[in-house]
């Protein structure tokens, strides 16, 4: 009998050191999943933070390559127009005196850098296996895709400019040491631009390369750029660019709401209703739609007509210009009551 009791004894004794084991072993294992757990938040957190504040930078860089978007697309504008104009016998010789533009015309270039660096600290942070703002990253990689095209149509037309137009000016004029490096324009090379077939095929050329080439890529970046600048300034409560915000280009093209007609094309044209990124309008009684990204307050582009095709205002509230492809085809039209 003693020796039945000192057994349940032990038995009990051991049951209970058995249970408080396990529940110890239960603590830490609870104690440690709880731990990793903090730790996982917080290293989650931490991450996301950081791609926050990357997108934060991302935000503002892309707002410097708007900038530099914009003033290379309408570099490349006005070169077109002057181009135009040589092509079309519309320039005089004493004109190459007055604007040194035309002088240099295809024997300088423009190029367009991209700014990357947040971008690519925001891509070095190991984002693949992470599902955060996945959205907005897929975006951000395609829009920069497009820098390895614009870098591509640079390079081209560095290379024409190198190896073709500088050659064709110094083997043909006698003054091309004083034009290139002394910013001197003499006879010599306003003859040369004005009488040599030569000139004005590389000119057409060199057109096709920085209108079809250059300016499309730029306007393609640019269109892409606005609308990812707009969804990272919604996503995170930033200012919007000043071009794109709410009604800006409604209230600006609202002033020219009315009939033109066009003395070139013998046609009107009846602009009757707007919004944020489209211009209705009417022509030959067919209605027609321009999606417009905005240059400036006075310049848009649309692809709706071709590469290189621009909608601009002028001034005087009486007057919008069209001009469509490469070449700067450019038609007028004037109010009419």
């Known amino acids: 009998m003693k020796l039945f009791k000192l057994k349940s004894i032990i ?3 051991m049951k209970r050191y058995v249970l408080y084991a396990v529940g110890e072993v239960l603590l830490i294992v609870i104690g440690i999943l709880v731990a990793m757990y903090i730790n996982n938040w917080n290293s989650n957190n931490q991450y996301k933070k950081k791609i926050d504040n990357n997108f934060l930078r991302v935000h503002k860089e892309l707002g410097t390559n708007i900038e530099k978007a914009r003033r290379s697309i309408m ?3 006005e070169k077109d127009s002057l181009i135009y104009l040589v092509i079309s016998d519309s320039i005089k010789p004493e004109m190459y005196y007055k604007n040194k533009k035309l002088a240099y015309l295809i024997f300088s270039y423009h190029d367009l850098k991209i700014e990357d660096r947040a ?4 891509m070095s942070l190991n984002i ?3 599902k955060y703002k996945e959205k907005l990253l897929s975006k951000l990689k395609h829009l920069y895709r497009v820098n390895d095209y614009i870098e591509d149509m640079d390079q081209k037309m560095s290379n024409f400019v190198v190896d073709r137009t500088l050659p064709l000016l110094a083997q043909n004029t006698k003054d091309f040491i ?3 490096y002394k910013g ?5 090379v306003v003859d040369f631009f004005t009488t040599s077939p030569k000139y004005k095929s590389h000119m057409g050329q060199y057109a096709i390369l920085a209108i079809n080439g250059q300016l499309a890529a730029y306007q393609t970046f640019l ?3 606005y609308r990812l600048h707009s969804q990272i300034a919604e996503e995170y409560k930033l200012e919007k660019h000043s071009l794109l915000r709410k009604d800006s280009i409604a209230s600006y093209i609202s002033q020219y709401i009315g009939s033109y007609l066009s003395q070139e094309r ?6 009757y209703s707007s919004n944020d990124s489209i211009l209705l309008y009417r022509y030959n009684d067919k209605t027609a739609k321009l999606n417009l990204t905005p240059v400036t307050k006075k310049c848009f582009f649309t692809n709706n007509s071709g590469l290189g095709a621009f909608v601009s205002f002028q001034n005087n509230k009486d007057s919008i210009a069209f001009k469509f492809g490469a070449l700067a085809y450019k038609y007028s039209y004037q109010k009419i009551e």
């Open 266 to 271: 013998k046609d009107t044209l009846t602009l």
């Open 178 to 180: 004083d034009l290139q």
């Open 11 to 13: 038995n009990n004794k």
């Open 128 to 130: 693949s296996d992470n």
């Open 184 to 188: 001197q324009i003499t006879k010599d």
């Open 223 to 225: 269109k892409n750029a």
């Open 119 to 122: 971008y690519q600290n925001l």
């Open 75 to 77: 570099n490349l504008k």
